[in-house]
Nanobody, 119 residues
Framework: VQLQASGGGLVQPGGSLRLSCAAS????????IAWFRQAPGKERDRVSCISSSDGTTYYADSVKGRFTIARDNAKNTVYLQMNSLKPEDTALYYC?????????????WGKGTLVTVSS
């Protein structure tokens, strides 16, 4: 099982990044996929999630209207488009897969990709 997050980097405030989470080794179609982030000295937070069943999406209040999650089941990949980035979005971003939805325990975790928002 692998979840490979990519697309992080350094971006100026107001800029955009698109993160990708490429999955392999499990039945991707049946899993909800979530993005989490953890900033230095802070707890890990759920940022966004997309369900397996009907593609229902969830966003944390802090990113609503700025981030968009989407999945491509043909490519076993989930994307997180991040616009209007703020310094407080700086964190290590992880993707995770959950068999029983966005809010039960996640079954698989990937390594993170670092997002730094700074001028």
């Amino acid at each position: 099982v692998q979840l490979q997050a990519s697309g992080g980097g350094l971006v100026q405030p107001g800029g955009s990044l698109r993160l990708s989470c490429a999955a392999s080794g499990f039945a991707f179609y049946y899993y909800s996929i979530a993005w989490f982030r953890q900033a230095p000295g802070k707890e890990r937070d759920r940022v966004s999630c997309i369900s397996s069943s009907d593609g229902t999406t969830y966003y944390a209040d802090s990113v609503k209207g700025r981030f968009t999650i989407a999945r491509d089941n043909a490519k076993n990949t989930v994307y997180l488009q991040m616009n209007s980035l703020k310094p407080e979005d700086t964190a290590l971003y992880y993707c995770a897969a959950g068999r029983w939805g966005c809010f039960d325990g996640m079954n698989y975790w990937g390594k993170g990709t670092l997002v730094t928002v700074s001028s």
